[in-house]
């Protein structure tokens, strides 16, 4: 096994999941109308786009304002992740174009690797599960490890952390404004991909992407390796990238 440069410091990839590793979005946006139906709220696809990738809490609070308590507030996120995982496992889960072969390669290259997500670390265990993917990954970082959502940096420094390394040795894999903003205001490099569709490709650019890809099938180990260690640069194209 190859097991990268062992003269040169440590680099890592942290993942975001839904959007970048899969794509359960329109599951998360069934469970969170279902919820609003029972509360007598709609719940639209504009309120889905603008809370999408933030923690239960926040999503809430947009949803409700401030006339629930704090153990509403937990009970109401419960009982949508219940109805999340319950779909997922009904319907299955498949790893998102070229995200398997980017794993192995980074896995193989001992580039280290973790999760860093906005999401409940049961809703994690059951993608890692369902896409056969926890070997890849030395550590995971949920909701339960923070306290502020992206665009708040925290995620990603504490998943940076867990892995040992320094900000400015991590590229984050994003799909959102959000995130890409979070990984800029960690001191990361960020790898936006617009597969899914939530966020243009203009907006990833202007919240500081230094690349922007349709999907995974378009970056390489190497191009993780140039990136960590390029001056920071937003660059028009992974195929600029010597």
């Known amino acids: 096994m190859n097991r990268g440069i062992t003269n040169q410091p440590p680099i890592g990839v942290i993942w975001d999941v839904d959007g970048t590793l899969v794509d359960t979005a329109e599951l998360h946006f069934q ?3 279902a919820l609003c139906q029972e509360l007598g709220r709609e719940f639209t696809r504009a309120d889905f786009a603008a809370t999408f ?3 239960n809490p926040d ?11 704090c153990h509403e ?6 009982r949508k992740e219940v109805m999340y995982r319950a779909a997922a496992r009904s319907t299955g889960v498949q790893l998102l174009p070229g995200v398997r072969t980017l794993l192995e390669g980074l896995h193989e290259s001992g580039i280290r690797q973790a999760i860093g ?6 809703n994690i265990n ?3 599960e369902l896409t056969e993917t926890r070997r890849f990954f030395e550590s995971i970082t949920s909701s339960e490890d923070t306290q502020r959502g992206k665009p ?3 995620v990603f ?4 952390a867990k892995l040992a390394l320094l900000p400015e040795r991590c590229v984050v894999v994003e799909d959102a404004v959000a995130g890409v903003q979070a990984a800029k205001a960690g001191g990361m490099r960020s790898i936006g991909v617009t597969f899914v569709g939530h966020h243009p490709e203009a907006k990833l650019r202007g919240a500081g992407a230094d690349v922007v890809i349709k999907n995974l099938e378009e970056i390489s180990v190497e191009t993780i390796r140039i990136l960590i260690g390029r001056e920071s640069r937003v660059v028009d194209s992974p195929n600029v990238l010597p």
Do not use: C, K
């Not at 507030?73 to 419960?78: A, I, K, P, T």
């Not at 420094?157 to 940076?160: F, K, R, S």
């Open 31 to 33: 469970a969170w109308q």
């Open 53 to 55: 990738g933030r923690r």
């Open 59 to 69: 999503i809430i609070h947009y949803l409700f304002g401030d006339r629930l308590s």
């Open 73 to 78: 507030v937990s009970e109401l996120g419960d």
């Open 117 to 122: 997500s906005s999401a409940p670390l049961e």
């Open 126 to 128: 059951l993608i890692m």
């Open 152 to 154: 708040d940096p925290q």
């Open 157 to 160: 420094q504490v998943a940076a």
